[in-house]
């Protein structure tokens, strides 16, 4: 674990990368969080498993793939939150529903410090498909981000409340830079194709040292090999998302859930769930 100062900016995630570190407390403002995190880290059941989802180029569809996971994390009876990292977005939530969902967001948590009930914290948030997410607004009023001491204290809540909590990253510092290093494991999404994997790679380069998987999306018209592009990147593959159709308007209109009922989802999401663990 890196400790450091408020106000030392990214050079204190990029001195925490390239030390390998797992965690970042910035002081003093994770103060409280620190010393329960210390506490609950000699216990024997330290809480839910974090599995963070990262794209290796633009529109390659982690929020697709992090969402069917979730429902079907959750339709296998696990406690799961998914939660969306990704500030400039535009609102997770927003591919989840077409109607408005009681609860609450990031912005609402800007306050939050040291221990939050985990119990309070589950309840306070929206739900659908039969798991709980943490979504940044789906609106064009501007939100602030909380600091990292709020974010501290949300990630050590969500661990204890729930088994499974799933991480859409983004790939901006926000999401990469600060919730990555929360995470257990990671998945990183490429698609089958040369440029994209090259771009993957860097992303890979900037991740945190965990277990890292690989998931590959591709189609009839892919030109690398699924099981190539995962040796090439020196990681394991973890599955490979079907081409769903439907799925851009899907997401548009608040339809992933339907999408994610197929039977080709399903077998997907189910074999990388039980790969990391997540089921049984």
Not at 167 to 181: H, I
Not at 253 to 269: D, I, N, T
Request: hydrophobic content about 45%; proline content about 6%.
């Amino acid at each position: 674990m890196l400790l450091g100062r408020a106000g030392e900016g990214d050079g204190l995630w990029r001195l925490a990368a390239a030390l390998g570190a797992e965690r970042v407390a910035v002081l003093p403002e994770a103060a409280a969080w620190l010393a329960e995190h210390l506490s609950m880290s000699g216990s024997p059941d330290y809480g839910g498993t974090v599995l963070g989802i990262v794209g290796g180029c633009g529109g390659v569809g982690a929020t697709t793939a992090a969402i069917w996971l979730a429902q079907a994390a959750a339709s296998e009876g696990v406690s799961t939150l998914l939660i969306d990292g990704d500030p400039w977005g535009g609102g997770l939530e927003l591919a989840l529903t077409d109607e408005p969902v009681p609860g609450l967001r990031w912005p609402d948590f800007q306050e939050s410090r040291g221990s939050i009930d985990p119990a309070q914290f589950r309840e306070s948030l929206p739900a659908t498909g039969g798991f709980t997410y943490l979504s940044w607004p789906g609106t064009r009023e501007p939100v602030r981000s909380p600091d990292a001491g709020a974010v501290a204290a949300i990630m050590d809540a969500a661990r204890r409340g729930f088994e499974l909590i799933i991480v859409d990253l983004g790939r901006n510092n926000e999401g990469v830079g600060r919730l990555a290093w929360d995470c257990d494991k990671l998945l990183l999404l490429t698609p089958a194709h040369l440029r994209p994997a090259v771009a993957s790679s860097r992303v890979l380069d900037g991740l945190p040292p965990v277990e890292t998987g690989l998931l590959v999306r591709g189609n009839h018209a892919s030109t690398v090999d699924p099981s190539f592009l995962a040796e090439s990147l020196g990681l394991r593959l973890a599955g490979v998302v079907p081409e769903v159709r439907g799925v851009l308007a899907g997401t548009e209109q608040g339809r992933l859930l339907e999408l994610g009922r197929r039977k080709e989802v399903g077998r997907f999401a189910a074999g990388v769930l039980e790969l990391n663990g997540a089921v049984q």
